[in-house]
């Protein structure tokens, strides 16, 4: 009867154990196995390198680091002024406004997008240098015609280009946390610091910031993890690497496997790569405990 | 002095909520303007695309439309994308509050284990596990084969909704599930008839977000299949990209194709997404 019950109970979480076994446990190990060999992917043999692959990474491989280079300078524009205009919109939305929930709904509107998608629109627009694209419009208007250009094809404009329309895929994440953060803080806190006299920029200052410094916390992390990962966006944006301009560590790895059929090398890049995520996030939560 | 004191606020208000309103606004524009183009440009004819400018529709040639879909084959990819995500939200669905349930009610050896590294594999991210995957899927002969990317994309969602659902029973009153079990009813039977309907509310917001998910899923489709007629919309968009660089209103179409859906769903069911979102950002 007890073997039974057991029995029973194990019937419930089996398909997940199994599903997750297979399609997560096994490609995990597999992933820090092949890491140590040379593979081409297809033949039978592998030869056994050791750590070699991660050596070349460190030592040689000067393309993957301009990419962990590019993944970086993504982030930090969408840090800063991905972050900081979901956070000003967010702090708008907060106060008694009209349309609030209008503004709300439209917001979110690019983050369901699938990246293929925002990225096909986007350089359709770009692309069409005369056309669609109102920035260059604007630009001949107040007789600066010689800027405008396509901002994609020229290797001094394409990454921050991507680096933009992934911000305006992005914020309305940041918008919608920040405004779940903002809406837990008392209202009578605001009232409390008017009636002292406090002017609404003091009471931003030392009411607001202090309170929501560990969503700000939650959103950087997210947004560090989110976009050092970007990839399909470039792909559909840029068409690809770019000759290095707009590589990432993501299409570095897919090349790897791809294009050069190092399936050993892919992983060891793959494992490098998760390994400094990993890193990163355990800083910036280091970093918000002393902070507190 | 007390009348012009109250007046200099009542301005000083007016004029901070115009600028805001501003502000908003033209975010909100931003916003839509690709989405806009991408619709206009969809009914146009190939030649009018790049010559006219204006966002009102002069022209509406429905036919790309039906070009996309029959000719650019993007009625095949629809029809895809659609059995994967329904195909793999509902594997998630029953599955996920299957383990969620034993996780949150049942006792057996090694139940805390289990549920940890469900969550160990939500925090840990592995950049390169595609690269195995494709491997593992060889080996098993389910690469090219649409049950091989459904059984992948239902691990991808599991995780996160057992979570999710693992939360929503432990708050739940035993009750009603005493009540269940004193008239006979199996530990199957309480999780059917009892657990799951009251559970509706969550299992909305696993379900949207794991939907929004499969239809917008890139990578995996991509290294999984070769053949264009097993592929889901993202896919084939740019494979269709490659072929007819420039056919443009057709690719538009297809864009909208893809879009529209997702966009509906999102408008629908916004309610569980801004909740998902929030309860997201509590988990992590």
Redesign the interface.
């Known amino acids: 009867m007890r073997i039974k019950a057991t029995l029973e109970n194990y019937t419930f979480v089996l398909p997940a154990v199994a599903i997750f076994s297979v399609f997560y446990v096994i490609p995990f190990i597999w992933v820090f196995q092949l890491g140590l060999y040379d593979w081409d992917g297809i033949s039978f043999t592998r030869s056994f390198v050791g750590l070699a692959n991660f050596q070349e990474i460190f030592t040689q491989d000067k393309f993957w680091w301009q990419s962990m280079w590019n993944a970086t300078y993504i982030t930090i524009i969408a840090l800063t002024f991905q972050n900081i205009l979901a956070f000003m919109l967010a702090w708008a939305c907060d106060r008694e406004i009209k349309m609030k929930n209008f503004y709300r709904v439209i917001f979110f509107i690019p983050p369901v997008l699938s990246e293929v998608v925002v990225g096909m629109a986007w350089r359709f627009i770009i692309n069409d240098i005369d056309g669609a694209n109102i920035i260059n419009r604007m630009l001949a208007g107040i007789g600066l015609g010689g800027l405008a250009h396509n901002w994609l094809s020229d290797p001094n404009t394409a990454l921050t280009t991507v680096a933009l329309v992934h911000c305006w895929k992005g914020f309305g994440w940041g918008f919608l946390i920040f405004l779940a953060g903002l809406q837990t803080i008392p209202r009578e806190l605001y009232e409390a610091a008017r009636v002292d006299g406090a002017s609404s920029w003091q009471s931003f200052k030392n009411i607001t910031i202090p309170l929501m410094i560990p969503v700000m916390v939650l959103v950087a992390i997210l947004t560090v993890l989110g976009t050092m990962q970007v990839f399909v966006l470039i792909v559909s944006l840029v068409g690809g690497e770019f000759a290095g301009h707009t590589s990432v560590p993501v299409l570095r790895i897919l090349a790897s496997m791809r294009g050069s059929s190092r399936f050993g090398y892919a992983c060891a890049q793959g494992i490098t790569f998760g390994m400094i995520l990993v890193i990163i996030s355990f800083i910036q939560y280091r970093f918000s405990k002393k902070g507190h | 002095m007390e009348m012009k004191h109250a007046l200099y606020y009542k301005s000083q208000k007016i004029i901070t909520?115009t600028l805001?309103?501003v502000?908003?606004i033209s975010?909100?524009v931003?916003?839509?303007?690709?989405?806009i183009?991408?619709i206009v440009?969809s009914l146009k004819t190939q030649d009018m695309i790049?010559?006219d400018?204006s966002l009102i529709p002069h022209q509406f040639r429905l036919e790309n439309y039906v070009q996309a879909w029959k000719e650019g084959g993007f009625g095949r990819n629809f029809i895809n994308s659609s059995i994967y995500t329904v195909s793999v939200v509902f594997g998630i669905v029953?599955?996920?509050s299957?383990?969620a349930?034993?996780?949150s009610r049942?006792?057996?050896?090694g139940?805390k284990f289990?549920f940890i590294?469900?969550m160990a594999?939500m925090m840990?991210?592995?950049?390169?596990?595609f690269?195995?995957?494709?491997?593992?899927l060889n080996k098993l002969h389910l690469r090219n084969t649409p049950i091989g990317y459904i059984?992948?994309m239902?691990?991808v969602g599991?995780s996160t909704s057992?979570f999710l659902l693992k939360t929503f029973f432990d708050k739940m009153p035993k009750e009603l599930e005493d009540a269940a079990r004193i008239d006979g009813c199996s530990?199957?039977g309480i999780?059917w008839h009892v657990a799951l309907p009251l559970a509706k509310p969550v299992l909305a917001v696993v379900i949207v977000f794991n939907a929004?998910a499969v239809?917008?899923e890139?990578?995996l489709a991509l290294?999984i299949f070769d053949n264009r007629k097993f592929m889901p919309l993202?896919v084939a968009?740019?494979t269709f990209?490659g072929e007819f660089v420039t056919n443009?209103p057709l690719?538009?179409a297809g864009?909208t194709i893809?879009?529209l859906p997702?966009?509906l769903v999102?408008?629908f069911m916004?309610k569980y997404?801004?909740k998902g979102?929030?309860q997201g950002?509590v988990v992590?």
């Open positions: 909520n805001i309103h502000f908003l975010v909100a931003t916003c839509l303007y690709p989405l183009w991408m440009s790049f010559k400018i029953i599955i996920s299957m383990a349930y034993a996780f049942l006792r057996f050896v139940s289990l590294m469900f594999a840990i991210p592995i950049p390169g596990s690269v195995a995957l494709y491997v593992l059984l992948c239902i691990n599991l057992i530990k199957l999780w929004l239809w917008n890139y990578i290294i993202q968009l740019q990209q443009y690719l538009m864009l893809t879009a997702i966009i999102y408008l916004q997404i801004i979102v929030t950002a992590g």
